[in-house]
């Protein structure tokens, strides 16, 4: 059974860090490009981050030099480390896995709840 969990989400002062995990089973693991996307109330899911097959990252420009993406492959868990964190950085958080190979398909995680607030 193909299965992505993500944790570690929760309540945190603005300025504070999370750091998220997205653990993949009954795949392989490498053969997938990991993405973080996140959605708050009323608006639209958004891609926040992402590292290929290969490691490379990119970031939407609103969490660039603030988050950082990161795999490891032996554990098969993609990570998203959350530093800086501010009120619209609340949202729900997703992971999503999309196959390099063909036939091309791709995989949600279940969220996680974050939420920044003093």
């Known amino acids: 059974q193909v299965q992505f969990v993500e944790s570690g989400g929760g309540l945190v002062q603005p300025g504070g860090s999370l750091r998220l995990s997205c653990a993949a089973s009954?795949?392989?693991?490498?053969?997938?490009?990991m993405n973080w996307y996140r959605q708050a109330p009323e608006k639209e899911r958004e891609l926040v981050a992402g590292i290929s097959i290969g490691g490379a990252t990119n970031y939407v420009d609103s969490v660039k030099g603030r988050f950082i993406v990161s795999r490891d492959n032996a554990k098969n868990t993609v990570y998203l480390q959350m530093n800086s964190l501010k009120p619209e950085d609340t949202a729900v958080y997703y992971c999503k896995a999309v196959y390099g190979g063909w036939p091309r398909r791709a995989y949600w995680g279940q969220g996680t709840q974050v939420t920044v607030s003093s």
């Open positions: 009954g795949v392989t693991f490498r053969n997938y490009d």
